[in-house]
């Protein structure tokens, strides 16, 4: 294996290890993919313990100082949010032009493969009944808390592909490379980062916002 690259680099750290995956996991699976990369359910080859890899391959406009440190703030935000409500992080790894995260797996998939599911005949969306609904609600608002109140971030991108369900159905918030840190000194931020279409209406204005519009995208889920 070659030598690391400068820990100046933001993909080098405590997080984040230069080595490949599979030495640790064993891939099965694709369960995703998208723009981003493709994701893979792994095992632990020394646990037994399973858990999905997403890939994000690293370009060369993926080498700019700006894309790595959003590639190496969800993987730290990530490690240091330990919930029942957040996606466990188990490892992340650069290996080979891409960024390996691994992460607990959630079986039953996000809220948009459940609502893609619950169609009619005509293909127009069922919904979900009512007891589902709340216990989704719920969950968020349980994620949102712990995020807000003790991590102390905000995750700005609030949206269904971004809500995952176990296989017993609970929920866990994921994705955060576009979340912010939440300080005394700096609460609201300005920039309009996230998903158009689940923006808050103080984000699109581009106004200043904070938690509140983490709130405000968790209701638009649930409507």
Known sequence: MPPPPPCSDALCGATILYQD????YERRALIGSGSYGRVHAAMD???GVAVAIKAIPLDEADTSAAARAELAREADVLRRCVSPHIVAFHGAF???RALHLCVELCEAGSLVDVLRAQLREDGTPLGLAEPAL???GAGACAAL???HNEAHVVHRDIKAGNLLLSARGELKLCDFG???QLTATMPQRSTAIGTPHWMAPEVVS????AAAADVCRRSECCY
């Open 145 to 147: 808390a712990y995020l």
């Open 206 to 209: 581009g106004g200043e916002y």
């Open 178 to 180: 576009v979340s912010a």
């Open 21 to 24: 995956p599979s030495l640790r």
């Open 134 to 136: 709340v216990a989704i």
């Open 45 to 47: 080859r020394a646990s």
């Open 94 to 96: 650069y290996h080979e």
